[in-house]
């Protein structure tokens, strides 16, 4: 495991003077050989396979790195809550807890045997700025702990605007964004987005196209940001499940 952590500081090193380069975000070389051991720990982790692949140059691109690409945008920077919803193994909540320590990061993961791995990650990193939420976004989000607490709500890969945005926005205070991560996004689903974030009571703010660090190829990593704009109506969002079988928006 030293072999494979070392191989991956090697590589990581490179990837985060792309990032400072890029959007003159410092990762310090503890935050470096934190980062390396969390792709470690993705790759070698026995219950269960939680990201798809064991290739540990994957995970460093297309997840590790990939997940910071978020601190291109410069909001991530100053935010001091953010919440990760479906969090899955931790991506990017643990890379970007691992790279803000002064931010408080909740992660919000239904499947029990990914929030198992958070947690073994977390206690094995020492993050104590990390908190695991084992639950469905639907019914999180109307807790009052969670419920208008946080400043950013990041999301990725995990559905369409509408859909992302019923989960989110509850989640912010006003003002606060909602972070989707994507990759090319079709006029029709942000339409359909645009549609949602009337009733919801959010606004596009931008669209945010930049590099996906660590990646050879010219693929971009879209980030799709939303403001709310008033408080959400108390019955958003719907019942578990409703969110994504009907999103709002679309006929």
């Known amino acids: 495991m030293k072999h494979a952590e070392e191989n991956a500081t090697r590589l990581l090193d490179e990837y985060c003077s792309e990032l400072n380069a890029v959007a003159g975000f410092r990762v310090e070389s503890a935050e470096i050989a934190k980062l390396a051991r969390f792709a470690v720990l993705l790759s070698s982790y026995k219950d269960s396979n939680v990201v798809g692949t064991r290739d540990l140059e994957v995970i460093l691109a297309q997840h590790v790195m990939d997940s910071l690409s978020c601190l291109q945008l410069p909001q991530f920077a100053r935010a001091e809550r953010v919440v990760d919803i479906g969090s899955g193994a931790g991506l990017p909540g643990i890379p970007l807890a691992i790279c803000r320590a002064e931010a408080e990061l909740a992660l919000i993961e239904s499947t029990g045997k990914k929030v198992r791995f958070q947690r073994q990650a977390v206690q094995s990193l020492q993050l104590e700025n990390v908190l695991c939420v084992n639950g469905r976004v639907e019914e999180v989000a109307r807790e009052n702990a969670h419920r208008g607490s946080y400043q950013i709500a990041v999301s990725r890969a995990l559905g369409s605007l509408p859909v992302l945005a019923e989960y989110g926005l509850p989640l912010v205070e006003p003002g606060g964004l909602v972070v989707c991560m ?12 645009k549609a949602a974030l009337r ?36 019955i958003y969002p719907r019942k578990t499940g409703v969110p994504a079988k009907k999103p709002l928006g679309q006929a």
């Open 182 to 193: 994507k990759g090319k996004v079709q006029q029709e689903e942000m339409e359909a987005g």
């Open 199 to 234: 009733e919801l009571g959010g606004e596009l703010c931008s669209v945010e196209r930049l590099r996906r660090l660590g990646m050879q190829d010219e693929r971009q990593r879209s980030l799709v940001v939303l403001r709310k704009t008033r408080e959400t109506p108390d």
